[in-house]
């Protein structure tokens, strides 16, 4: 049996519908390859792996995996997800959300996750847009990009994800896309190692929503874009004039422990003074 095959009847649940949900053309069944493929890697136990999803197209991911998961309202993914890192740290708990659910909606729950420094890895597939409920503008979707509800230009300055999730404080930032699927898989394993609150940003394309509107003339044409205008690191910080480039890899990477540790560290600080006294 091919190694494909075996991933597919191991980490997914056959009595979901397929083929996916998701658009002819969306990068978001490759970064479902991903997360499978990085779990997989590590060797985690499936019972041990807890996918807490929001609401949007990238919402549909938890449905597919054969992980414990959970499929919460909009932009609330990390409010659970913190909840159940408090309650069981021994978990291993992914936030799959939306730039519109993670940093539209969920934003202030993002900062603060971030801040706190919670043992989430929040995976965050940033297409631009908000695919799923009609195609409105988010707070990632360009300046003078077209959406539904700026039918002439985006008069909004975007968040860039990466610069905000590193000055709220998060002990791990890293960008890829699902055109660099090797780089993606890599960057999402090692976030998945390690301590504290880690965020993978995938750029995804959207054709259905974003790119028929803003100059695409397919979803092919949205992977050269991709490939063309992300450039690693490294290179990118050598160019005198970006001109429009992306940086992808990794930003952030410190080791500090997450909250939950340093809430348990308390907690049996508390219980051996108590000891102590009596």
């Keep these: 049996m091919a190694e494909i095959t075996q991933l597919i009847h191991q980490y997914l649940r056959h009595n979901k519908k397929f083929p996916l949900v998701f658009c002819p053309g969306c990068g978001h069944g490759i970064v ?47 409010t ?69 509800t700026s039918p002439m230009g985006q008069l909004e300055s975007a968040f860039d994800i990466v610069e905000l999730t590193k000055a709220a404080g998060a002990a791990g930032v890293s960008r890829g896309t699902v055109f660099h699927v090797k780089e993606l898989d890599a960057l999402l394993a090692d976030a998945l190692t390690r301590p504290g609150f880690n965020l993978v940003e995938a750029l995804t394309p959207c054709f259905t929503q974003y790119g028929r509107g803003n100059g695409f003339k397919s979803a092919v044409e949205m992977f050269r874009w991709l490939k063309t205008s992300c450039l690693p690191l490294e290179r990118y910080e050598k160019l005198e004039d970006p001109g429009g480039k992306i940086p992808i890899g990794t930003f952030v990477r410190r080791d500090v422990p997450g909250l939950e540790t340093r809430y348990a560290a308390m907690c049996q600080g508390l219980r051996a003074k108590k000891g102590g006294a009596a």
Excluded at 41 to 69: M, P, Q
Excluded at 102 to 129: D, E, K, M, P, Y
């Design 80 to 148: 659970v997800a913190t909840g159940i890192k408090m309650a069981n740290p021994k978990l291993t708990v992914i936030a799959v959300m939306g730039d519109g659910d993670a940093f539209s909606i969920g934003g202030n729950h993002l900062i603060h996750a971030a801040r706190r420094n919670i043992g989430v890895t929040a995976l965050v597939l940033n297409n631009f847009i908000y695919g799923m409920t009609g195609g409105q503008c988010s707070s990632t979707t360009p300046e003078g990009a077209y959406s539904h």
């Design 32 to 78: 479902l390859g991903s997360l499978v493929r990085s779990v997989h890697a590590l060797g985690l136990n499936k019972d041990d792996v807890v996918i807490v999803a929001g609401i949007g197209c990238s919402g549909r991911i938890a449905a597919y995996v054969d992980f414990n998961t959970v499929h919460t309202t909009h932009g609330r993914a990390l």
